[in-house]
């Protein structure tokens, strides 16, 4: 599942404003489908790396018109900033692994320190097993081209609590920006070591839903900031930014950000957000994942996305789901999207 050569410049291009009669097809996916996918439980997906990377080298041969992002992802759900922070990680057989809050009160977050990659957590596991993929690699036509990390407010959220984090900016705003800036300098320092350990590597992706719970005050002053010091951080590289949440109030500003490719939700609709991004970025959306790929058969698939592409421009779009596909997601349903977008191969 990593890039191709043509997978990464099929990308270049549409960043770069090229027009295709249709557009090509990328979709965002991981644990919560890949051993679905395969026939194999997540835990021999995750502890496994042979195995590992023959599930990830089949699905683009299953799909060879589709390109995988962010390709030969290693990651375990949710689980390796916060693990690196302190927090429990729970385990189980066939379920994604599961983080436990690392704080209960405000005052905590002054005993958080930034993690070292290199010792901390599931971070240094992450980075030999890209060492070794690497090597495994050679010779194949595809190459790890971008790395990701969970966004500033999604590790927030998951070491304090969602509800307690949503809370706490309106009750310790104080406290939450330290909370952000901690988890924002987190994201850069675990970006940095993953291009260091991946020199193939040019781009990053950055996943962060919980702006798009915000009123569009609040995003200003408690998501923006942060996203863009992680973004500003990286002048040179390919940019993706993933927020599957409903981003339409806060699109003015959201669409200021420095990012190549945004990956946005099922309720934005596109002709409001293409309004924002024609010609700054490009928009990944938007099939439904979930109403449409995972409970549609093929041929409703096929229809609704005829449909979609009647209204869709011919440049700066990547046709996909509108976030990562769904635990559950019928192959004939990615089947459908591999035949109808752009050909690559």
Not at 284 to 294: F, K, V
Not at 312 to 330: N, R, W
């Amino acid at each position: 599942m990593g890039l191709l050569k043509r997978d990464w410049e099929t990308l270049l291009e549409v960043v770069d404003g090229k027009s295709f009669d249709r557009p090509p097809v990328a979709l965002i996916v991981d644990s919560p489908w890949l051993p679905d996918y395969a026939g194999v439980t997540r835990l021999d997906y995750y502890l496994l790396p042979d195995l590992w990377l023959k599930i990830n080298l089949q699905v683009k041969k299953d799909y060879p018109n589709i390109i995988f992002l962010p390709s030969f992802w290693v990651e375990y759900g949710m689980a390796i900033e916060p693990s690196a922070l302190g927090s429990l990680v729970r385990w189980s057989l066939d379920d994604l692994p599961t983080v436990e809050k690392r704080i209960t009160s405000p005052e905590e977050i002054s005993r958080l320190r930034v993690p070292n990659p290199e010792k901390d957590g599931l971070m240094p596991l992450v980075l030999n097993l890209y060492k070794y993929f690497q090597g495994k690699l050679d010779g194949t036509g595809h190459a790890i081209k971008i790395v990701a990390a969970r966004g500033p407010l999604t590790v927030a959220s998951f070491l304090y609590g969602l509800t307690e984090f949503l809370m706490g900016i309106r009750i310790e705003p104080d406290w939450m920006k330290k909370l952000l800036e901690l988890t924002t300098e987190t994201a850069i320092t675990w970006l940095k070591a993953q291009l260091a350990a991946v020199p193939s590597a040019e781009g990053i992706l950055v996943l962060d839903d919980i702006p798009g719970l915000m009123s569009k005050d609040d995003y200003a002053e408690f998501a923006h900031p942060y996203l863009k010091a992680i973004f500003d951080e990286f002048s040179g590289k390919l940019k993706l930014y993933h927020n599957d949440a409903n981003t339409t109030h806060i699109l003015p500003l959201l669409t200021q950000l420095d990012i190549d490719i945004f990956n946005f939700g099922k309720e934005v609709p596109l002709p409001e957000i293409y309004k924002y991004t024609a010609g700054k970025m490009v928009v990944m959306g938007n099939i439904s994942p979930l109403e449409t790929l995972r409970e549609k058969g093929p041929e409703e698939v096929r229809k609704e996305v005829e449909e979609f592409l009647k209204e869709a421009p011919d440049k700066y779009l990547l046709l996909s789901a509108g976030g990562g596909v769904s635990p559950g997601t019928p192959k004939e349903n990615i089947a459908v999207l591999n035949e109808m977008g752009a050909v690559l191969s």
